[in-house]
């Protein structure tokens, strides 16, 4: 069987909710392209979306004996490890490459991953250019250290650049770990009056949050209803959905997550969360 029809074969598996059949698919793929590691990084990742916490470490395990010799593939292999949350292994294998900004940024996230927040800021402060993503990291970074003053001005300064989701979820994420509860929910307040996705999804994810699953669905539905690939809404709903012990629902906004975006660590995270309740 060709490769692209195996592959298909499994996402209609996953798709259909036919785990066992999928699980059976997925070994038999990684067993027949052990000395792969890109469709091996696919392999695992279609374990996690299933739960199959039984097999995943021993694909992982092939993975690890089988790194290509280039450091670009070695990159983009490590690269799937943090997607999958293997942070440990990812940190073993950034190690020995040369500190390009990619690379840095890659270590960084290990780094705050495994709570290591000095070594995280030193790569993020080496880099020669960051982007929208670096500066987040380092917001996130700051206030784990617990420098929130830094934090929120790195925040308010992303903001004046970027005035999306991604810039404002960063913001109130800086506030509430400060402290500044009220400063978040004005913040929310103000995006809500712009009747936009981004500012329903941001008051969503404000109300996630502060534990408030009820209102954080409410507000993600609101934000789906005028943009329905919204990520960050379809993320803050399915939180609410399994908090809630709407199992289903919370799975039906898995799948859409990963039809825009195959791989996203939301996924991971919403199922997780239903597996620990079920």
Known sequence: METKEALDQIRQSIKDEKNDIAESQIMQLASEHQDDAGLLLTCASALRTIGDDRDFPAVIEVLMTHIPAVPDAQYEVASGMIGLGCLREAD???????????????????????????????????????????????????????RHDKAIACAEALLKDQTDYTAGRCYISALVLADRRKD???FAREQVKTKTADGYALMAYYQWVNNNSTAAGAYSSKALQLSNQHLGALETIGYSFADKGNYWEAKVAVGAINEIEPGNPAVFRILSMCRRAE
């Open 184 to 186: 978040a929910l004005k």
């Open 92 to 146: 073993r294998l950034l190690a020995d490459l040369e500190p390009s900004d990619k690379v840095r940024r890659a270590r960084a996230a290990v780094d705050h991953g495994l709570e290591r927040d000095n070594e995280a800021l030193a790569e993020l402060d080496a880099m020669q250019e960051t982007d929208k993503i670096d500066r987040v990291l380092k917001v996130q970074v700051l206030g784990s250290l617990g």
